[in-house]
């Protein structure tokens, strides 16, 4: 099985700044990218930011020059660097594992998801 963990989140003013950070463990023999997604209520759950093994980064439009993803592949984690938030960020933020082969041959890696953590941006 395996298990992300996230923290990082919290309460902060418009134009602050937080990192939330994942780590992903248990039977892991790769992870082809890591990254994250947000949810706020009422809406379906977005593409954040995500980064794959080789360090290829791909960010939602809304966070572009904002949010910073990186991660380091030996360690299994992956972080979020989050500035010039706006109210419009607030969200639960889900780390997600993407295609984790659990050994060598694993023929259909799956995907894992965090539990979440709240990002309330508000004054």
């Known amino acids: 099985q395996v298990r992300l963990v996230e923290s990082g989140g919290g309460l902060v003013q418009p134009g602050g700044s937080l990192r939330l950070s994942c780590a992903a463990s248990g039977s892991i023999f790769s992870i082809n990218a890591m990254g994250w997604y947000r949810q706020a209520p009422g809406n379906q759950r977005e593409l954040v930011a995500t980064?794959?093994?080789?360090?290829?980064?791909n960010y939602a439009d809304s966070v572009k020059g904002r949010f910073t993803i990186s991660g380091n592949n030996a360690e299994n984690t992956v972080y979020l660097q989050m500035n010039s938030l706006v109210p419009e960020d607030t969200a639960v933020y889900y780390c997600v594992a993407e295609r984790v082969k659990r050994h060598n041959r694993d023929a259909y890696p799956p995907t894992y998801w965090g539990q979440g953590t709240q990002v309330t941006v508000s004054s």
């Open positions: 980064i794959t093994g080789g360090g290829n980064t």
